[in-house]
């Protein structure tokens, strides 16, 4: 079963720091991984879209790594902004197969808080 | 400014009733998405559309329906065969296939009264 796992489910920083959410994934055969910010009810806005050749993708602040060896990714978010506090979620695309529907596998996100 | 729009933000709805969301896009897209939200849960497909009049279940339709007779209209049916509706709703739109990122729009929260 596709699965995708996000650690961890929260977390809280300080305005300034560094940070870095961790996704691990179990989606084959592997096409490519989204990582999304969502903000407290509004829709996810993309960060990025990474295949299986890259691994290193930045946007920003914002950095997401992949290694589809181990098949872990992660996203680093440097010198944090209160407008950083959102749920960041990473999802999975299956290989197309037909149907339109791509397989995306979502995780249950990672809710940060960034505090004064 | 382009965008994808949802109505209503917030939607109460009694037990047995049928209600529709709306979802309209004017990014030119053709392909578009019905998603729902659980506390604590991922994402998950219930209907797509890749064109006009043709859509597609999800891995959750049931108790729920649509319509694609437009290009930028896919309106969310949610019925009384529904059992748990309450959730956070989310349509979303794309150009294409692929590597081609999705555009969300703000979300409908349904709650059941």
């Known amino acids: 079963k596709n699965q995708v796992e996000q650690s961890p489910q929260s977390l809280i920083i300080l305005e300034g720091k560094n940070c870095t959410l961790q996704c691990n994934y179990t989606v084959s055969p592997f096409s490519n991984l989204r990582w999304y910010k969502q903000d407290t009810g509004r829709g996810p806005v993309s960060l990025t879209i990474m295949t299986f050749s890259e691994n290193t993708k930045s946007n920003g602040r914002y950095t997401a790594t992949l290694d589809a060896d181990t098949k872990q990714s992660s996203l680093h978010i440097t010198a944090s902004q209160l407008s950083d506090s959102a749920s960041y979620i990473c999802?999975?695309?299956?290989?197309?197969?037909?149907?339109?529907?791509?397989?995306?596998?979502f995780g249950k996100g990672t809710h940060l808080i960034i505090q004064p | 400014d382009g965008g994808i729009t949802q109505s209503p933000k917030y939607l109460f709805r009694k037990e047995g009733q049928n209600v529709t969301l709306s979802c309209e896009q004017n990014?030119?897209?053709?392909?578009m998405y019905w998603y729902r939200q659980d506390p604590g849960q991922g994402l998950r497909l219930i209907y797509y559309s890749q064109i006009v009049n043709d859509f597609q279940k999800g891995d959750i339709a049931e108790g729920y329906s649509v319509s694609r007779e437009k290009k930028e209209s896919f309106p969310l049916t949610v019925t009384s065969a529904q059992k748990n509706p309450t959730a956070f709703y989310l349509c979303?739109?794309?150009?294409?296939?692929?590597?081609?990122?999705?555009?969300f729009g703000s979300g409908t929260r349904l709650t059941v009264v």
């Open positions: 979303a739109s794309r150009a294409g296939t692929g590597w081609v990122p999705y555009t």
């Open positions: 999802v999975v695309a299956g290989r197309y197969s037909g149907g339109g529907a791509d397989g995306l596998t």
């Open positions: 990014l030119n897209h053709d392909a």
